[in-house]
């Protein structure tokens, strides 16, 4: 296994100076840290004149979130981020990747800008910048404004240009600030969870064909920001959309090619039934190669998004990275071996899934990999010597990261890891009742205790 400073030479020298264009020299250091979103760890609900989103409505559903539980405090981190600001630095991150609330900064999702709430940002990012974490901002983390959701939200093809008036704002107050930025957090997980399956917000069960719809928005959405962003920011930046991606993996006799195949296949069958959302290709390929998978296309019929002259050009904008969030593989049967280790929401435990999806991701659509999310659920407490003692996160963090090396000895240019998450916080549907955390959150009284995964995350670093 690569030392600590063996992992990061590696990682430096396997990203090629000629991805750097743009006026861009060289990379800086390899990116060590940890990931977030405002909803799920913010709380200040309605504070300082933030307006409502769709997850604001949704908790209010009856039996609609475990537990009853609401983000309107969470974690609390919207007045507790400087004391979370030296969390990160006793972790020994360098990079905390945040999402800023739309409604925080347009209350309405258009129109006046919200002083107070662009100014929480600006302290945030100076926080960061103060403390040498380098900040990573995400524009949108599944918290549509309300009041554009009921003007038709990501129905409407209205939506791109709304989503772009509202990226062009942030940049212009952070960009001097913000070098690294994220589009649209996994369209696939809030499309199919929010209007397919109807469990996470707003709640819908959209028709196949509304559903394609809504997703194609989401795509041109992406690229307006991209274009805005760049434009406004004054100055060059790193952009990327974080997709989540499950490779399929080369077990139980299958290749690795078969598997890597497989993982960009767009299954018939899953496209003519309610499984077309999953698949890792349609979510990519428009983004990279600016175009949908043609047999899905052919399966989809009547049901394909339309696709106006243009669209795919805009949505297809230059990046300058692949952002992955990878939690897990899949086989290609389906089934696993038993006795394979899953977390605490079920997922299996698979660490060769962080070789293999940077691997194949470069390798189809020719960028560096820059890992913001990998983590795992577990059901952490407090013991009697006061501190959290979670062995199986140590190990799966431990596992991970070294097939993460593994893949940068091979060739494959990551850019930097960022672990999800770096407090235990509102999991959506799952309430409170899953916890990711390297820091464990008494949501009673906000007290925070740094895990034993913490600990071990540091001395990774």
């Given at each position: ?110 129109g ?19 403390a ?19 003007r ?44 397919v ?71 018939l ?18 983004v ?38 990878v939690?897990?593989?899949r ?47 577990e059901?952490d ?32 240019p ?33 007290r ?13 670093q």
């Open positions: 296994m690569l030392s600590r400073r063996e992992f990061l030479a590696a990682a430096a020298a396997a990203v090629p100076i000629g991805y750097w264009g743009r006026g861009r020299v060289a990379p800086q250091p390899f990116l060590w840290g940890t990931s977030s979103s405002a909803y799920q760890i913010e709380g200040a609900a309605r504070a300082d004149g933030k307006g409502r989103s769709v997850w604001d409505a949704f908790v209010e559903r009856p039996n609609a979130i475990a537990g009853g539980a609401t983000g309107a405090v969470t974690c609390d981190f919207y007045h507790q981020y400087p004391h979370d600001i030296g969390l990160m630095r006793e972790l020994g991150c360098n990079a905390f990747r945040f999402s800023v609330a739309w409604t925080r900064v347009l209350p309405d999702g258009t006046a800008v919200n002083q107070p709430g662009l100014d929480f940002y600006r302290r945030l990012v100076d926080g960061l910048l103060r040498g974490i380098e900040p990573v901002l995400t524009l949108f983390h599944w918290d549509t404004p309300l009041a554009l959701h009921q038709g939200g990501w129905q409407s093809r209205q939506m791109a240009n709304w989503f772009g008036d509202y990226a062009a704002v942030v940049a212009r107050a952070l960009g001097d600030r913000v070098r690294w930025w994220l589009t649209i957090n996994e369209p696939r997980s809030f499309i199919g969870g929010g209007y399956a109807g469990v996470q917000a707003p709640g819908l069960r959209l028709s196949r064909h509304d559903a394609l719809a809504a997703a194609h928005h989401v795509l041109l959405a992406h690229g307006r920001a991209v274009q805005t962003v760049r434009a406004e920011a004054g100055r060059a930046v790193r952009m990327g959309i974080p997709n989540d991606c499950t490779p399929v993996l080369p077990v139980e006799g299958a290749s690795a090619e078969a598997a890597r195949s497989a993982t960009f296949a767009t299954p069958e899953n496209f003519t039934a309610r499984g077309w959302w999953n698949e890792n290709a349609w979510w990519h390929d428009p990279y190669h600016a175009t949908y998978p043609a047999q899905a296309l052919a399966a989809l019929g009547s049901d394909a998004p339309a696709i106006a002259a243009g669209d795919m050009r805009q949505i297809a904008q230059p990046l300058d990275f692949i952002a992955a969030n939690y897990a593989g086989t290609l049967d389906g089934r696993w071996p038993a006795g394979t280790a899953r977390t605490a929401f079920g997922w299996p435990v698979t660490p060769e899934a962080l070789y293999w999806a940077p691997r194949w991701l470069h390798d189809r659509y020719r960028l560096p990999v820059f890992v913001t999310e990998n983590g795992c659920s059901p407490g407090v013991a009697a010597d006061g501190k959290v003692h979670d062995p199986a996160r140590q190990t799966f963090i431990g596992d991970y990261v070294a097939a993460l090396r593994r893949a940068i000895a091979d060739g494959t990551v850019l930097g890891y960022l672990y999800w998450s770096l407090l235990d916080n509102f999991e959506w549907q799952a309430g409170f009742t899953q916890r990711f955390g390297l820091v464990y959150v008494d949501f009673a009284t906000g925070r205790v740094v895990k034993d995964s913490g600990r071990r995350f540091a001395a990774i």
